[in-house]
Protein backbone atom coordinates (compact mmCIF):
# COMPACT_ATOMS: atom_id res chain seq x y z
CA UNK A 1 0.00 0.00 0.00
CA UNK A 2 1.16 3.37 -0.74
CA UNK A 3 0.93 4.29 3.54
CA UNK A 4 3.74 1.30 3.89
CA UNK A 5 5.69 2.02 0.55
CA UNK A 6 6.37 6.17 1.44
CA UNK A 7 6.45 5.98 4.90
CA UNK A 8 8.91 3.28 5.49
CA UNK A 9 11.51 5.33 7.28
CA UNK A 10 8.67 7.79 8.90
CA UNK A 11 10.07 6.85 12.35
CA UNK A 12 14.31 6.73 12.49
CA UNK A 13 16.83 5.09 10.30
CA UNK A 14 19.36 4.04 12.20
CA UNK A 15 20.97 0.40 11.26
CA UNK A 16 21.56 -2.64 13.88
CA UNK A 17 22.26 -6.16 12.97
CA UNK A 18 20.23 -8.47 14.49
CA UNK A 19 21.65 -9.92 18.02
CA UNK A 20 20.40 -13.36 18.27
CA UNK A 21 18.30 -14.39 21.12
CA UNK A 22 20.52 -13.38 24.19
CA UNK A 23 19.99 -10.08 23.87
CA UNK A 24 17.02 -9.55 21.89
CA UNK A 25 15.06 -10.14 25.08
CA UNK A 26 13.48 -13.12 23.55
CA UNK A 27 12.91 -11.20 20.10
CA UNK A 28 11.77 -14.04 17.39
CA UNK A 29 13.26 -13.99 14.02
CA UNK A 30 10.24 -15.51 12.83
CA UNK A 31 8.45 -12.52 14.50
CA UNK A 32 10.33 -9.65 13.26
CA UNK A 33 10.51 -10.99 9.24
CA UNK A 34 6.78 -11.07 9.30
CA UNK A 35 6.53 -7.82 10.78
CA UNK A 36 9.00 -6.48 8.45
CA UNK A 37 7.27 -8.05 5.29
CA UNK A 38 3.61 -7.24 6.63
CA UNK A 39 4.45 -3.35 7.03
CA UNK A 40 8.00 -2.51 5.37
CA UNK A 41 9.34 -0.42 8.05
CA UNK A 42 12.86 -0.66 8.89
CA UNK A 43 14.40 -3.85 11.30
CA UNK A 44 15.55 -1.54 13.61
CA UNK A 45 11.66 -0.54 14.01
CA UNK A 46 10.37 -3.39 13.91
CA UNK A 47 12.34 -5.08 16.83
CA UNK A 48 11.45 -1.91 18.96
CA UNK A 49 7.79 -2.36 18.39
CA UNK A 50 7.55 -6.39 19.04
CA UNK A 51 10.39 -5.88 22.42
CA UNK A 52 7.67 -3.20 23.31
CA UNK A 53 4.13 -6.04 22.66
CA UNK A 54 6.09 -9.30 23.54
CA UNK A 55 6.30 -10.48 20.34
CA UNK A 56 2.63 -9.74 19.69
CA UNK A 57 3.35 -8.65 15.67
CA UNK A 58 -0.43 -7.74 15.20
CA UNK A 59 -0.06 -4.77 18.07
CA UNK A 60 3.69 -4.20 16.94
CA UNK A 61 2.13 -3.37 14.17
CA UNK A 62 -0.73 -1.16 15.59
CA UNK A 63 1.40 1.20 17.87
CA UNK A 64 4.11 1.08 14.40
CA UNK A 65 1.78 2.82 12.40
CA UNK A 66 0.35 5.11 14.97
CA UNK A 67 3.80 6.18 16.06
CA UNK A 68 4.34 7.23 12.01
CA UNK A 69 1.28 8.85 12.33
CA UNK A 70 1.88 10.98 15.31
CA UNK A 71 5.22 12.10 13.95
CA UNK A 72 3.89 13.02 10.57
CA UNK A 73 0.83 14.89 12.18
CA UNK A 74 3.73 16.65 14.54
CA UNK A 75 5.55 17.73 11.60
CA UNK A 76 2.85 18.88 9.59
CA UNK A 77 1.59 20.96 12.58
CA UNK A 78 5.32 22.61 12.86
CA UNK A 79 5.20 23.54 8.69
CA UNK A 80 1.47 24.25 8.63
CA UNK A 81 2.37 27.81 7.72
CA UNK A 82 4.84 27.59 5.16
CA UNK A 83 3.60 28.47 1.72
CA UNK A 84 3.16 25.97 -0.76
CA UNK A 85 3.53 27.53 -3.85
CA UNK A 86 5.37 24.46 -6.40
CA UNK A 87 3.21 20.87 -7.16
CA UNK A 88 1.98 18.82 -9.60
CA UNK A 89 -1.80 18.14 -11.55
CA UNK A 90 -2.52 14.79 -11.60
CA UNK A 91 -4.97 13.89 -14.94
CA UNK A 92 -6.51 10.37 -14.50
CA UNK A 93 -8.58 8.84 -17.12
CA UNK A 94 -10.04 5.56 -17.06
CA UNK A 95 -12.84 4.41 -19.41
CA UNK A 96 -15.73 6.95 -18.85
CA UNK A 97 -14.47 8.47 -15.58
CA UNK A 98 -11.65 10.90 -15.04
CA UNK A 99 -9.90 12.74 -11.68
CA UNK A 100 -7.84 16.16 -12.41
CA UNK A 101 -6.08 16.74 -9.03
CA UNK A 102 -3.67 19.44 -7.70
CA UNK A 103 -0.96 19.25 -4.62
CA UNK A 104 1.27 21.24 -3.49
CA UNK A 105 4.52 21.21 -1.80
CA UNK A 106 6.89 24.24 -1.04
CA UNK A 107 10.03 23.31 -3.43
CA UNK A 108 10.19 22.25 -7.01
CA UNK A 109 12.53 19.56 -5.86
CA UNK A 110 10.64 17.82 -4.10
CA UNK A 111 7.21 17.80 -6.81
CA UNK A 112 9.85 16.14 -8.86
CA UNK A 113 9.87 13.42 -6.09
CA UNK A 114 9.27 9.90 -6.87
CA UNK A 115 7.47 9.86 -3.29
CA UNK A 116 5.18 13.08 -4.18
CA UNK A 117 3.98 11.61 -7.13
CA UNK A 118 2.93 8.67 -5.55
CA UNK A 119 1.17 10.81 -3.53
CA UNK A 120 -0.18 12.48 -6.47
CA UNK A 121 -1.11 9.32 -8.33
CA UNK A 122 -3.01 8.33 -4.71
CA UNK A 123 -5.02 10.97 -4.44
CA UNK A 124 -6.77 10.70 -8.19
CA UNK A 125 -7.47 7.18 -7.53
CA UNK A 126 -8.89 8.04 -4.58
CA UNK A 127 -11.16 11.05 -6.20
CA UNK A 128 -12.39 8.38 -8.84
CA UNK A 129 -13.06 5.54 -6.38
CA UNK A 130 -15.07 7.68 -5.13
CA UNK A 131 -16.71 8.96 -8.82
CA UNK A 132 -17.58 4.88 -9.74
CA UNK A 133 -19.90 5.20 -6.82
CA UNK A 134 -21.83 8.19 -8.42
CA UNK A 135 -24.95 6.63 -10.60
CA UNK A 136 -26.52 9.85 -12.61
CA UNK A 137 -28.96 10.26 -14.79
CA UNK A 138 -27.82 12.46 -18.53
CA UNK A 139 -24.60 12.28 -20.73
CA UNK A 140 -22.01 14.31 -18.25
CA UNK A 141 -21.64 14.76 -14.14
CA UNK A 142 -18.77 16.52 -12.77
CA UNK A 143 -18.00 17.25 -8.90
CA UNK A 144 -15.47 18.96 -7.51
CA UNK A 145 -13.87 18.38 -4.72
CA UNK A 146 -12.01 21.59 -1.93
CA UNK A 147 -9.05 20.90 0.06
CA UNK A 148 -10.95 20.03 2.93
CA UNK A 149 -13.27 18.20 1.61
CA UNK A 150 -10.26 15.88 0.10
CA UNK A 151 -8.37 15.78 3.63
CA UNK A 152 -12.12 14.22 4.98
CA UNK A 153 -11.78 11.37 2.13
CA UNK A 154 -11.68 8.02 3.53
CA UNK A 155 -8.94 5.74 2.36
CA UNK A 156 -9.73 1.31 2.10
CA UNK A 157 -7.75 1.05 5.53
CA UNK A 158 -10.48 3.27 6.78
CA UNK A 159 -7.53 6.60 7.02
CA UNK A 160 -8.33 9.97 5.48
CA UNK A 161 -6.30 11.35 3.17
CA UNK A 162 -5.47 14.02 5.74
CA UNK A 163 -4.23 11.22 7.56
CA UNK A 164 -1.93 10.33 4.66
CA UNK A 165 -1.28 13.61 4.03
CA UNK A 166 0.57 13.91 7.32
CA UNK A 167 2.57 10.95 7.14
CA UNK A 168 3.63 12.63 3.43
CA UNK A 169 4.64 15.45 5.38
CA UNK A 170 6.88 13.68 7.50
CA UNK A 171 8.23 11.86 4.78
CA UNK A 172 9.25 14.77 2.63
CA UNK A 173 10.37 17.24 5.39
CA UNK A 174 8.15 19.80 3.97
CA UNK A 175 4.78 21.66 3.63
CA UNK A 176 2.49 20.47 1.29
CA UNK A 177 -1.22 20.73 0.94
CA UNK A 178 -4.04 19.13 -0.87
CA UNK A 179 -5.67 21.61 -3.03
CA UNK A 180 -8.75 21.12 -4.99
CA UNK A 181 -10.23 17.75 -7.86
CA UNK A 182 -12.30 17.53 -10.43
CA UNK A 183 -14.11 14.63 -11.09
CA UNK A 184 -15.94 13.69 -14.92
CA UNK A 185 -18.64 10.63 -15.99
CA UNK A 186 -19.84 10.56 -18.69
CA UNK A 187 -22.79 8.63 -20.12
CA UNK A 188 -24.19 7.23 -23.54
CA UNK A 189 -21.79 8.15 -26.15
CA UNK A 190 -19.39 11.11 -24.67
CA UNK A 191 -15.99 9.94 -23.93
CA UNK A 192 -13.20 11.27 -21.86
CA UNK A 193 -9.62 12.72 -22.65
CA UNK A 194 -7.39 14.05 -20.65
CA UNK A 195 -3.62 15.18 -20.92
CA UNK A 196 -0.60 17.25 -18.09
CA UNK A 197 1.83 19.12 -19.27
CA UNK A 198 5.18 18.75 -20.01
CA UNK A 199 4.52 14.66 -21.29
CA UNK A 200 6.73 12.55 -21.59
CA UNK A 201 7.76 12.08 -25.52
CA UNK A 202 6.75 8.43 -27.39
CA UNK A 203 3.76 7.65 -24.84
CA UNK A 204 1.05 6.27 -26.29
CA UNK A 205 -2.92 5.45 -24.33
CA UNK A 206 -2.74 6.71 -21.08
CA UNK A 207 -5.32 4.76 -20.03
CA UNK A 208 -5.40 4.24 -16.15
CA UNK A 209 -2.37 5.83 -15.87
CA UNK A 210 -2.14 9.28 -13.55
CA UNK A 211 -0.73 11.67 -15.66
CA UNK A 212 1.53 14.55 -13.99
CA UNK A 213 2.67 17.80 -15.15
CA UNK A 214 2.39 21.62 -14.04
CA UNK A 215 -0.68 21.67 -16.32
CA UNK A 216 -3.60 19.60 -17.38
CA UNK A 217 -7.13 19.59 -18.97
CA UNK A 218 -9.82 16.50 -18.81
CA UNK A 219 -12.10 17.33 -22.63
CA UNK A 220 -15.75 15.87 -22.62
CA UNK A 221 -16.28 15.08 -26.35
CA UNK A 222 -18.78 13.22 -28.89
CA UNK A 223 -17.43 11.40 -31.87
CA UNK A 224 -18.83 9.41 -35.20
CA UNK A 225 -15.57 7.38 -34.67
CA UNK A 226 -15.34 4.19 -32.61
CA UNK A 227 -11.59 4.36 -32.72
CA UNK A 228 -9.75 6.85 -30.30
CA UNK A 229 -7.20 8.91 -32.23
CA UNK A 230 -5.11 9.59 -29.39
CA UNK A 231 -2.57 12.01 -30.72
CA UNK A 232 -5.83 14.02 -32.53
CA UNK A 233 -7.21 14.16 -28.69
CA UNK A 234 -4.22 14.73 -27.02
CA UNK A 235 -3.41 17.45 -29.38
CA UNK A 236 -7.01 19.34 -28.35
CA UNK A 237 -6.18 18.93 -24.77
CA UNK A 238 -2.16 20.67 -25.41
CA UNK A 239 -4.65 23.44 -26.98
CA UNK A 240 -6.35 24.14 -23.77
CA UNK A 241 -3.54 24.21 -21.80
CA UNK A 242 -1.57 26.06 -23.97
CA UNK A 243 -3.96 28.68 -25.04
CA UNK A 244 -6.44 29.06 -22.07
CA UNK A 245 -9.81 29.18 -23.97
CA UNK A 246 -12.16 30.70 -21.46
CA UNK A 247 -15.30 28.90 -23.56
CA UNK A 248 -15.93 26.40 -26.11
CA UNK A 249 -17.92 29.16 -28.77
CA UNK A 250 -20.98 28.70 -30.95
CA UNK A 251 -21.02 29.55 -34.18
CA UNK A 252 -23.85 31.35 -34.24
CA UNK A 253 -23.10 33.74 -30.99
CA UNK A 254 -20.11 34.20 -31.15
CA UNK A 255 -17.85 35.95 -33.65
CA UNK A 256 -13.72 35.72 -33.85
CA UNK A 257 -11.51 38.39 -32.58
CA UNK A 258 -9.88 40.77 -34.99
CA UNK A 259 -6.92 39.76 -33.22
CA UNK A 260 -6.12 35.75 -33.74
CA UNK A 261 -3.54 36.23 -30.41
CA UNK A 262 -6.82 37.66 -28.19
CA UNK A 263 -9.15 35.09 -29.69
CA UNK A 264 -10.96 33.10 -26.48
CA UNK A 265 -13.29 31.07 -27.95
CA UNK A 266 -11.88 27.19 -28.49
CA UNK A 267 -13.24 26.99 -31.80
CA UNK A 268 -12.07 30.26 -33.41
CA UNK A 269 -8.42 29.61 -32.00
CA UNK A 270 -5.75 29.16 -34.42
CA UNK A 271 -4.68 25.26 -33.97
CA UNK A 272 -1.30 25.07 -32.86
CA UNK A 273 -0.38 22.11 -35.00
CA UNK A 274 -1.63 23.90 -38.03
CA UNK A 275 -2.04 27.41 -37.90
CA UNK A 276 -3.90 27.81 -41.32
CA UNK A 277 -6.62 25.96 -39.64
CA UNK A 278 -9.18 26.89 -36.97
CA UNK A 279 -9.43 24.49 -33.95
CA UNK A 280 -13.74 24.30 -35.28
CA UNK A 281 -12.40 23.19 -38.55
CA UNK A 282 -10.11 20.57 -37.73
CA UNK A 283 -12.98 19.24 -35.00
CA UNK A 284 -14.95 19.33 -38.24
CA UNK A 285 -12.25 16.84 -40.40
CA UNK A 286 -12.84 14.76 -37.69
CA UNK A 287 -15.85 14.84 -36.57
CA UNK A 288 -15.42 15.52 -33.23
CA UNK A 289 -17.56 17.46 -30.87
CA UNK A 290 -15.94 19.34 -27.89
CA UNK A 291 -19.30 18.79 -25.36
CA UNK A 292 -17.29 20.26 -22.26
CA UNK A 293 -13.89 20.63 -20.17
CA UNK A 294 -11.49 22.13 -17.39
CA UNK A 295 -8.12 23.23 -17.53
CA UNK A 296 -5.92 23.11 -14.46
CA UNK A 297 -2.71 25.57 -13.86
CA UNK A 298 -0.84 24.54 -11.03
CA UNK A 299 -0.55 27.55 -8.25
CA UNK A 300 -2.74 29.95 -10.16
CA UNK A 301 -5.00 32.18 -8.50
CA UNK A 302 -9.18 31.35 -8.92
CA UNK A 303 -11.37 34.03 -7.05
CA UNK A 304 -13.86 31.03 -7.96
CA UNK A 305 -15.23 27.90 -6.33
CA UNK A 306 -15.12 25.31 -8.09
CA UNK A 307 -18.64 24.89 -8.50
CA UNK A 308 -18.97 28.14 -9.25
CA UNK A 309 -16.59 27.71 -12.25
CA UNK A 310 -18.24 24.66 -13.30
CA UNK A 311 -21.54 26.24 -13.26
CA UNK A 312 -20.49 28.93 -15.58
CA UNK A 313 -18.48 26.73 -17.71
CA UNK A 314 -21.56 24.70 -17.92
CA UNK A 315 -23.87 27.81 -19.20
CA UNK A 316 -21.54 28.68 -21.85
CA UNK A 317 -20.99 25.27 -23.39
CA UNK A 318 -24.93 25.23 -24.23
Not at 22 to 45: P, Q, V
Not at 140 to 151: E, I, M
Not at 222 to 250: A, N, W, Y
Request: net charge neutral; hydrophobic share 35%; charged share 25%.
Amino acid sequence: MLFQRIFTRALHSTRQLYAGSGGSGGLEKSALAALRKKTGYTFANCKKALEKHNNDVGLAEKWLHEQAQTLGWSKATKVADRATAQGLIGVLIRGNRGAMVELNCETDFVARNDTFKRFVDHVARMCLHYTDLTDFDGDLWKLGFDSDALRNLRTEEGRTLGDHLALLIGAIGENATIRRALCFKANNDLRLVGYAHPAPTNVGSTEGITQVGKYGAIVAYRSSHTLLDFEFHKSICQQIVGMKPTKIGEYDKDKPAENKDDETCLIHQEYLLDADKTVGEVLQEYNCEIIDYHRFECGEQTERSLEAIIRSQHQSSN
